[in-house]
């Protein structure tokens, strides 16, 4: 028993030693408390006294009271009067006080300066080398080149550069555990990747198709981003995201120009009218919102509200939307309204179509103008004559929810992507023409369980 | 022998590592235990932060597919599965507004990490439906408080498989102050009393019934005669959580109560006079009065009241003519005593015009089949379908489907305008007679709640074939809640309380009886007056309100009465009889007691609204308030009702001066009219100092009915 206790306190010791010798680290020490107690509330997402916790600088910025700490002084940090309780009410809101020693760590990290001690490639968070593959992941982006040539897949932190019929030339690792967006420029020399971290990051990817090689990359917001779309001309990229945003990037630069925050709710897909001057957006805030590009204004809504909506995508010569959403049932828009407003007006609608078995989660309109696919989250892809309204194929093979459909320039084709990880490729009567799973699967390893 | 159970050793470990994780038999119950699917949640009606699962899980499908496709497959990672959002957030490693909920590494979160390891399967619905829920032991008796026992939870699958869940259920009581339970199903006790556990897993729920009891030093069960069945229970009960029985009441008690419970209305002096010189033996006396008592013209006024009550006899929605004839329908039936089935038959069943045909009226307070089926059940099972409009019922087995199923049966309900202003027919309609299901719109088929197997429902005639399953002697609920709900009417709280709330998880606090009421009401062709005449014949009703040491306590075993305070027209009533004035009313016939004012309309906004009488515009018996308040105190203090009635020029008071009646006289008289007893030796003594010390003697007297009729023995039935 004696021997026990000397070895604990040898060992309370050697901790006591080690921490008067090492200062204390934010992001090894300090963050994992924030993470485990503050962050619930003190997140982008909630904003509790307009304080965010995630990150060092939002942490140094603070809220409401000011910013959080003053580096080298304790005694005055807002942020220790709340966790001792000196200022009610005391932090954590409604649990138990920190220990002691999380006290401590945050005095003594204040006293030694508040230094940021967050590695650089933080986000990234990634092991070395190439993602290594036992099950394909969920296809939840798909786009064909301009001239048929690539077609560029989302993979799980990378996207995949295959031939149009097949045939990995290219994997184009990032940060970002999720691309939900691939837009090829109009000149298919540049590929738009968009996506993020769940609940962490989003980023904006512009890729150099020939050269393989990222040109860019920009990290913001603290979710994902969705809906990338490229002006008709090439010089811009429009995109949604989780913070409600609609943003437009310059293609050339691949900074962002211009922020529109129009929608109440996270932004699923964007597309330009036919002449770049105008685009709409739609969220699950069950609007389709057009918008002026040049300036971010606000014109109108195109639709009248239903359900959330999860996706849009434009007539190849007109200004004509289908979107579609959580109602399952494919609209057809006009973008420009035949007669003046009037209350509950529907008057820009083209046509209803199919109620689908479940949300819309993708939509494409083909080369010619002529169909219009639509991808459920119940496993179907249907294609409608646009101008008749009426079925004209089923895409049939698929288990789970389709997340990308895309139409081959030559019009001929359409490929299709979701839940099971496998890219279809079908013909337009329905008959599946072609089908790969577009990562590379390591050879399966024995289970140790 | 031998052989085949090795073989069966070694199947079962074949399929124990075979065994894929899934979403019904596995996840969802993590779900629901660690709160994602709570109402505060996830669970609530718009989700929180953009995430939505069902309200305890009562959907799987839906939460499977928020999981796994929503957003794309946002929240489950096949390539990194511990990298998904649905394990990153509950285990705090991202923000998360719910807090810590699955640790990482905690059996929880490794069986969540595995199903998504495994290709998150759905599962089999149909085999891994839990069937049946067993938790042992079935029933706790703890000999003192602060006992401890652990309960053991198996669910029984579909497909006869077996798992222990005593870890997943989640556990809650109905009164944590007397037994609580933990989160692990640990159940202890805190206080003397009576607590129901539930215990709920996958859509079932379990009930668990737990005794604590005292030490009783000097305990001893005194055997008291019993004067039928009902005493029978009520005593094995008492005696087995060693409770002794308050004494009998005396005739002057007893009188007041079975009159006010019998006819709404207090005994007169003469009555009083009558009965305690009548030296017949005391069971047989009262029986015989009670007897008498059912057969006055006052037995149908207060039985029409609370008939009134539960049908909303109400003339702001039935019109003036309409309310009258519904009303005057009610005063047959009670008077005629028609059995509760043939009445129930004849609402439900109800059609034609609503003045031709009186119980018509029933469905012109709700028009809405929807609403008229949370009303039917309410009334004639005593079971509240409203939860269940949106969602699964939390607590009980009634599920969102059966909400549709059972209004389906009201769906082809039509009403038109009739011949006469504010006439209506109802009528069966032919087209647009349907009830859609809000999840999906498909037009939902009726069907009965449960049983109801020898009864076709054909297309012609729902409602018929719904009043046949309602009223049959199969139906167990229909006569049960009506004969609990008979027994609250005297004393105050049924069996099972409230009464038109029954469902497992509010039990019944003695069920043995409960079913023997129930064998008897049905057993005598639903005859209301058979059971109000055991009841009030039963030695239980007939106990003093005065406690002893070894009942004070008790709330819920009617080992003593309960005082109840006078119903508002059983009070303006009571007035009017002690003080021997009528006061005038609108609207109705010259001298109509409170008891016979056919609705609210009558006075109102006055007395009688004041003291709780309800407007009628619910099925709720808790509608008709019995609270006491400042106001109503005040108002009989200082209000114009008491002091007209006292002061009243040919009231009682009035009289006596005339009558030449001496002081004692005087006293004795004003005691029986208004506490229904003769004064106490030391009462006479100092109202005869009162009313000797001179000045106006009038006035005086007046003074002590007016004190009279603010004490507790008048305000109360006790």
């Known amino acids: 028993m004696r021997g026990r206790i000397v070895l604990l306190t040898g060992c309370l010791l050697a901790l006591g030693r080690l921490g008067a010798e090492e200062p204390v680290s934010y992001y090894r020490q300090i963050r994992p408390i924030l993470v485990q107690n503050c962050q619930g509330c003190h997140q982008a997402a909630s904003r509790q006294s307009g304080l965010d916790l995630t990150t060092y600088k939002d942490f140094r910025t603070g809220g409401r009271k000011g910013p959080a700490f003053v580096a080298g002084n304790p005694d005055q940090s807002v942020v220790v009067a709340y966790l001792t309780g000196a200022v009610k009410p005391q932090m954590p809101f409604g649990g138990k006080p920190l220990p002691d020693g999380d006290l401590n760590l945050f005095r003594r990290w204040i006293r030694e300066g508040a230094r940021d001690d967050t590695p650089a490639d933080a986000l990234a968070a990634a092991p070395a080398g190439p993602v290594v593959y036992h099950a394909p992941p969920v296809i939840t982006a798909l786009a064909i080149s301009p001239d048929g040539q690539w077609m560029a897949v989302s993979g799980y932190r990378e996207v995949l550069l295959h031939r149009a019929g097949g045939g990995l030339v290219a994997r184009l690792p990032g940060i970002s555990d999720r691309i939900h967006s691939l837009a090829f420029s109009p000149d298919g020399k540049t590929l738009a990747a968009v996506g993020g971290s769940p609940a962490r990051f989003g980023e904006v990817q512009f890729w150099d198709v020939a050269a393989r090689k990222l040109r860019s990359s920009t990290v913001l917001s603290s979710d994902t981003l969705f809906g990338a779309s490229f002006s008709p001309d090439g010089s811009r990229l429009a995109l949604g995201g989780a913070d409600k945003s609609v943003r437009l990037f310059d293609t050339a630069t691949g900074k962002e120009v211009r922020k529109i925050d129009l929608h109440e709710e996270w932004v699923f897909g964007t597309v330009f009218g036919v002449d770049g001057k105008r685009l709409v957006s739609v969220s699950r805030d069950r609007a389709a919102k057009l918008i002026d590009a040049s300036t971010g204004a606000f014109i109108e809504n195109v639709n009248l509200l239903h359900e959330g909506l999860n996706a849009i995508a434009r007539h190849p010569r007109k200004d004509w939307v289908a979107i579609g959403g959580d109602e399952g049932v494919p609209y057809l828009y006009m973008m420009d309204r035949p007669r003046a407003m009037r209350i509950a007006d529907d008057s820009t609608l083209i046509r209803a179509f199919e109620k689908q078995d479940g949300p819309i989660m993708t939509l494409a309109i083909s080369p010619d103008g002529s169909l219009v696919a639509v991808g459920s989250a119940v496993g179907a892809v249907r294609l409608y004559n646009l101008e008749t309204g009426r079925l004209a194929a089923k895409c049939t093979g698929h288990s789970g929810g389709i997340y990308a459909v895309a139409f081959a320039p030559d019009g001929q084709h359409l490929a299709t992507g979701g839940f099971d990880g496998t890219v279809r490729i079908y013909d337009l009567s329905g008959k599946l023409a072609q089908s790969f799973v577009p990562v590379p699967i390591a050879p399966a390893v024995v289970s140790q369980r | ?718």
């Open chain 2, 1 to 718: 022998m031998k052989s085949t159970a090795l073989f069966l050793l070694l199947s079962a470990a074949a399929w124990g590592a075979t065994a894929k994780v899934t979403f019904v038999k596995d996840v969802e119950p993590i779900l629901d235990k660690v709160g994602c699917t709570s109402g505060t949640c996830h669970g609530a009606a718009k989700g929180k932060n953009g995430f939505k699962l069902s309200l305890r899980g009562y959907d799987p499908e839906f939460d499977y597919r928020a999981l796994v496709y929503d957003l794309a497959g946002r929240r489950f990672n096949r390539v990194d599965p511990a990298r998904s959002l649905m394990l990153l957030k509950p285990s705090m490693t991202l923000p998360h507004g719910g807090g810590l909920r699955l640790p990482v590494g905690s059996p929880y979160y490794n069986t969540v990490l595995e199903w998504i390891s495994e290709g998150v399967e759905y599962g089999d619905p149909v085999s891994a439906q839990v069937a049946q829920l067993e938790v042992q032991p079935p029933e706790i008796l703890m000999q003192k408080p602060g006992g401890k026992q652990q309960l053991r939870v198996t669910a029984h699958y579909a497909d006869g498989s077996t798992r222990d869940v005593t870890r997943d259920a989640i556990y809650s009581s109905n009164t944590p102050t007397i037994a609580d339970v933990n989160d692990s199903g640990l159940v202890s006790s805190l206080r003397k009393g009576e607590a129901a556990m539930l215990v709920r897993y996958e859509g079932k729920l379990a009930v668990i019934n737990v005794t604590a009891l005292t030490e009783q030093p000097g305990f001893t069960w005194t055997r008291v005669p019993e004067y039928n069945y009902i005493d029978q229970f009520i005593d094995a009960k008492l005696q087995r959580v060693k409770i002794l029985p308050s004494e009998l009441t005396t005739d002057a008690e007893f009188l007041r109560r079975a009159s006010l419970d019998l006819i709404g209305l207090p005994p007169t002096v003469e009555e009083l006079r009558a009965f305690l010189a009548d030296k017949t033996e005391t069971r047989l006396k009262r029986s015989r009065m009670i007897d008498k008592l059912m057969a006055r013209p006052e037995f149908v006024d207060h039985w029409t009241v609370k008939w009134g009550d539960l049908l909303q006899v109400n003339r702001s929605r039935l019109g003036d003519k309409g309310m009258w004839a519904f009303r005057e329908w009610i005063r047959e039936s009670v008077a005629s005593n028609k059995p509760y089935d043939r009445m129930v038959r004849e609402l439900i069943t109800a059609r034609g015009s609503t003045f031709q045909n009186p119980p018509a009226n029933f469905f012109r307070f709700t028009r809405d089949p929807k609403v008229e089926m949370e009303t039917t059940t309410q009334l004639f099972l005593g079971v509240r379908m409203s939860c269940a409009q949106c969602h699964d019922h939390p607590f009980e087995k009634w599920t969102q489907n059966q909400y549709y199923q059972l209004s389906a049966f009201f769906a082809g309900v039509g009403i038109k305008e009739g011949a006469d202003s504010n006439e209506e027919i109802i009528y069966d309609k032919r087209e647009g007679a349907e009830v859609k299901h809000p999840k999906d719109g498909h037009i939902v088929k009726a069907k009965f709640l449960f049983g109801g197997e020898k009864i076709q429902p054909h297309e012609q005639d729902l409602r018929d074939a719904l009043a046949d399953w309602l009223t049959s002697p199969d139906n167990e609920l229909f006569g049960k809640s009506m004969a609990n709900r008979l027994w609250s009417y005297f004393f105050g709280r049924g069996i099972i309380e409230p009464v038109d709330d029954i469902r497992a998880s509010n039990p019944p606090s003695n069920p043995q009886l409960l079913d023997a009421l129930t064998r008897d009401f049905v057993g005598h062709e639903f005859d209301i007056r058979h059971m109000i005449r055991t009841i009030a014949n039963s030695r239980t009703y007939q106990l003093s309100f005065r406690t002893n040491s070894w009942n004070a306590d008790d709330e819920i075993n009617f080992s003593h009465a309960s005082p109840r305070r006078l119903t508002a027209e059983e009070l303006y009533d009571a007035i009017s009889l002690a003080t021997g004035t009528r006061p005038q009313v609108r609207g109705v016939p010259k001298n109509f007691l409170a008891e016979q004012f056919p609705d609210s309309n009558v006075e109102k906004g006055g007395f009688l609204d004041l003291f709780g009488r309800p407007e009628r515009q619910t099925s709720c018996e808790c509608e008709r308030r019995s609270d006491v308040s400042l106001v109503q105190a005040l108002n009989m203090v200082n209000g114009a009702t008491i002091a007209d009635a006292v002061a009243g020029e040919s009231g009682r008071v009035a009289k006596l001066m005339l009558s030449g009646a001496t002081d004692r006289q005087i006293i004795e008289e004003l005691y029986l009219a208004a506490l229904s007893r003769p004064p106490e030796p030391r009462e006479l003594d100092l109202a005869q100092t009162y009313l000797a010390r001179g000045g106006n003697r009038a006035e005086r007297a007046q003074d002590l009915l007016w004190a009279l009729l603010n004490s507790n023995a008048f305000l109360f039935n006790r």
